[in-house]
Each structure stands twice: as C-alpha cells, then as structure tokens.
C-alpha cells in the first residue's frame, strides 16, 4: 500500500475531501470521500450512490450509468462503507458529482468490489435476465356472441339468423 502512495500521490488517503467540500473542486480531478448510506436505481438504469440521508439535499453524488456499470462492479455491495472515488468533479443540479466509469476509480479497503452477477441486467434494473428473449404469446380472442333481440331465446334464432 506505502508502494501505491508513493507511486501515484495524487491518490493517497490524505488528498481525499469530504463530501462535504467537492464542490469547491469543480472541475478538477479529485479523490472524494464519505460512508455511502444507500445504492438507489434510477430512470433508465442510472444507479446513484447516496451519501446524506435526503439526496435532494446533499452536497455531492456518485453517478453510474448502465453502460459503465459492468466495468465497475456490483456497487450494491458499497453500501454502509467508507469508499474513495476518484475522477473529475462536475456540477450537476447545483450540487458536486463524479460520475463513475470504472472499478480502478474505487480505492481505499471498503473500495473492492465483485463484479456483477452475469444474469444481471443492468436495463431491467437490478432484475436478473432470464438468459434467452422470447416474443410474447399472442392473447386469445373472446368468442363473439351473437345478440339476440328483446323477448328473444337462443332457441329461437337458427344457424342462419332466420327467426323461427
């Protein structure tokens, strides 16, 4: 680990800011640092690393779209650790966010992290792929009944719609 720290600096433990202070660093590539408190799965397959209890009021966001996130892992299994995240830090909504592309952005203990699972299917959020796409079957169509007229008996009408 002393190896790693002495080999790419700008990644040691100590050049990690708090959630709390990335926004100050718009712009710049960066090391953020916080306990991630939820793993949510938004519109599209978008997963989103919550660090604050309400996310609408929180200073800073990780982002993971589906496309990337068979390069970062199961992040699900983040949730209630410290993690590390390094990348370039964007304004987005008005507060601070990195959005995360790959599994080598992750450091510190708590940052590893398996892949996927391979029945995962990141557009079916989270839901497991059944393996195979089938079409659907096609719906049955309702028998239509012939109307009978007020006053009026099935037994009344014949097979070509004469009355008796």
Same mark, same amino acid.
């Not at 660093?25 to 960066?30: A, L, N, P, Q, S």
């Not at 660090?51 to 309400?54: I, L």
């Not at 079409?135 to 009944?145: F, M, V, Y």
């Given at each position: 680990m002393l190896l790693l720290a002495l080999l790419f600096p700008a990644m040691s433990i100590a050049d990690c800011i708090a #959630?709390?202070?990335a926004k100050k660093? #718009? /712009?710049?590539?960066?090391c953020v640092s /916080?306990?991630?408190? *939820?793993?949510k799965q938004g519109n599209r397959g978008v997963t989103f690393l919550d660090?604050?209890?309400?996310y609408r009021v929180c200073p800073f966001t990780v982002v993971v779209f589906p496309s990337n996130l068979r390069h970062v892992g199961d992040v699900r299994q983040l949730q209630g650790k410290v993690v590390e995240i390094h990348?370039?830090?964007k304004l987005y909504d008005g507060r601070a966010e990195i959005v995360l592309e790959r599994a080598g952005q992750l450091t510190g203990d708590d940052g590893q992290i398996p892949p996927l699972p391979k029945g995962?299917?990141?557009?079916?959020?989270? *839901?497991?792929?059944?393996?195979?796409f089938s079409?659907?079957?096609?719906? *049955?169509?309702?028998?239509?009944?012939r109307q009978t007229a007020p006053g009026q008996t099935e037994e009344q009408i014949d097979p070509m719609g004469t009355e008796q």
């Open positions: #959630i709390s202070e660093y #718009i /712009g710049e590539t960066r /916080g306990k991630l408190l *939820r793993v660090f604050c209890e309400d990348g370039p830090v995962y299917d990141v557009e079916k959020k989270g *839901r497991y792929a059944a393996g195979k079409h659907p079957k096609a719906g *049955r169509k309702p028998n239509k009944k």
